[in-house]
């Protein structure tokens, strides 16, 4: 194996070009003015001082730069990170406290650790177990629970709490101490930047720009709305008129240490690193392949868990938070033309420039310009019109989504997310243990089988071809034997039933059972049970069992077949063989 698949740089930097360095050095430019008020704000979600928003955004991306496998996603502090990381420590600090940043180290060393040894045992499928409406029901909840918890420094309020109901009521309990000078500070920057959202492209177009360059200034409204307020903070001493703002941030770059190795705080951040790691892990996934796509470009899983899984590990011993890929920076940098993952080597080197030059002027920066910031970005996580179109395709995915939803912004992100989760898989358990079946017919004058039930089609009395829309296992092995069987009785001068197992793509040892006890009881009913279409790798492992030798029918190559030979009472010169001989003849 090659050096160039465990360190894909390698790869990149072949042919590497004065061009393509170009390209990745205006990208670098432009995401670092993106990510430095994001890396604040992001910082103060989580409950951290600033300065640990800026150190995730160093050694991080580095070391993404050297494993990933995704030339445009820009890892760093994201938002559903940020506030599940707050959910998590909370409990176990105050936040902002020298124990709350050293449980937020190991909260990222953990979550580090967790998605590099599954991307060495390659367990990128694990994240599968998060469906899609299930993470866009905790997103949407993420986003509206980030949006209430911000609020309290629009307002210039104290307020705190872990779900929306306790947030609310301690917003309503703190509206008699509101600050005026703050709300208008986060007011303002709240309607300037949904303003350039909506029209500043547009105007810029219709100025002459480019539709790429007016797209990415308006993406970086936010880094004027910081220099204006934390230049009116400065000039007209906001913070003594009770105006809450970031505070000194320590100059220089962070220190390389190990995060604590205390057991019992491992043990106990181990829930939350997963949930982080997953989460992260699939929305990280997700951007990166779907940039990738535009550019003909693939994207590694398992690549992609052990990047992670180190960035994550660098974070967490450079004195930063957990780290994913953000969607819009990733979107930005794409369109700033990033060919190659250098592009987030560079934009860490810009980060620590702004660590060096920029922390005493960022100590006048009000927090309120940062909590709008974060509002109007959460605000595309948003999407409560998916309820109603999930609803309305699937219930069971509308439920699971729902309640997501519900009980992450009642109880808390952990409860909502685990919940979501096992209704998901619950919802699965019961869809795959009632596996849907249907009597099929022959199509007059085709070789095509139709359901019955659904169309007007050729049957015979005494042939009951049954098709198998599930691979069989043990949670759905005893209804398939219920649902022959009541075939069986309920056609008394029944001489066949054949199984379509078209769509069968496993037989577990349950279901196995399950067909030789079908057998059997057929054989007792002086019914022929046969198999039809069964697919080689299934054939492969029922030709050496007993059930084989003992099956009273045939394995057909089509269904059609079957019908030919058991409808004309043909039993020779077919496609079809006996089960010991069918793995070539009879499977497909």
């Not at 995060?259 to 043990?267: A, C, D, H, K, N």
């Not at 369109?335 to 002027?361: D, H, K, S, Y």
Request: with cysteine; proline share 4%; charged share 15%.
């Amino acid at each position: 194996m090659t050096l160039s698949r465990w360190i894909p740089l390698i790869g990149w930097l072949r042919g590497y070009r004065r061009d393509l360095l170009a390209r990745d050095l205006l990208a670098a430019v432009i995401v670092t003015l993106m990510l430095v008020p994001q890396a604040l704000a992001y910082a103060l979600l989580a409950g951290l001082p600033p300065e640990v928003g800026l150190y995730a955004s160093m050694l991080p991306l580095v070391l993404y730069a050297v494993f990933g496998t995704s030339a445009t996603l820009a890892v760093g502090p994201v938002a559903v990170a940020s506030l599940m990381t707050a959910s998590a420590l909370s409990v176990i600090a105050t936040p902002g406290s020298a124990e709350y940043v050293g449980a937020a180290l190991v909260l990222a060393a953990l979550s580090g650790v967790l998605l590099v040894t599954m991307g060495l045992l390659r367990l990128g499928f694990l994240a599968n177990f998060l469906s899609h409406p299930v993470i866009s029901g905790f997103v949407t909840a993420s986003g509206i629970l980030i949006g209430a918890s911000q609020l309290r420094h629009v307002l210039g309020v104290e307020a705190s709490g872990h779900n929306l109901v306790e947030m609310g009521s301690s917003l309503v309990a703190g509206l008699s101490g509101i600050n005026v000078i703050t709300l208008m500070i986060g007011l303002g920057v709240w309607g300037y930047l949904l303003l350039c959202r909506r029209h500043l492209k547009g105007g810029l177009m219709r100025l002459g720009l480019s539709v790429t360059v007016a797209d990415l200034l308006a993406k970086a409204a936010p880094v004027s709305a910081v220099i204006v307020t934390t230049l009116l903070a400065w000039g007209l001493g906001l913070g003594a008129q009770g105006v809450a703002l970031v505070g000194e941030v320590p100059s220089g770059l962070p220190t390389l240490a190990l995060p604590s190795l205390e057991p019992e705080l491992w043990s106990s951040l181990l829930p939350a690193a997963v949930l982080i790691s997953l989460v992260g892990f699939v929305e990280s996934v997700s951007v990166a392949q779907t940039l990738a796509a535009k550019r003909r470009q693939r994207i590694d899983p398992n690549q992609e868990l052990i990047a992670m899984g180190l960035a994550n590990i660098g974070a967490g011993a450079s004195g930063g938070s957990p780290v994913s890929g953000g969607f819009s920076r990733s979107v930005v940098n794409f369109e700033a033309g990033a060919a190659t993952p250098l592009a987030g080597a560079f934009t860490a080197v810009g980060i620590a420039v702004a660590t060096l030059a920029l922390t005493a002027p960022l100590a006048f920066l009000p927090k309120a310009t940062l909590a709008a910031t974060i509002i109007v970005a959460v605000g595309t996580l948003i999407d409560l019109p998916a309820i109603r179109r999930t609803w309305a395709y699937s219930r069971a995915d509308g439920v699971a989504m729902l309640a997501t939803l519900v009980l992450t912004l009642v109880h808390g992100v952990q409860s909502g997310i685990l919940t979501g989760v096992a209704l998901s898989l619950g919802l699965h358990l019961y869809r795959t243990s009632r596996p849907h079946s249907a009597v099929v017919g022959r199509v007059p004058g085709s070789e095509h089988f139709r359901n019955v039930q659904r169309h007007a089609v050729e049957t015979d009395e005494r042939l009951v071809i049954l098709r198998v829309d599930e691979s069989l296992y043990f949670a759905n092995a005893r209804f398939l034997e219920d649902t022959v069987m009541a075939i069986a009785t309920r056609q008394p001068g029944l001489g066949h039933i054949v199984l379509a197992c078209q769509a069968v793509n496993v037989i577990d040892a349950s279901a196995l059972e399950s067909l030789e006890a079908i057998n059997a009881r057929l054989k007792d009913s002086a019914v022929t049970l046969h198999l039809a279409e069964v697919k080689g790798p299934v054939m492969d492992r029922l030709q050496h069992t007993e059930f084989c030798r003992e099956l009273t029918g045939r394995v057909f190559l089509s269904t059609y077949d079957a019908w030919r030979a058991l409808h004309d009472d043909v039993m020779a010169e077919t496609s079809g063989a006996a089960c010991g001989g069918a793995g070539l003849a009879g499977s497909k």
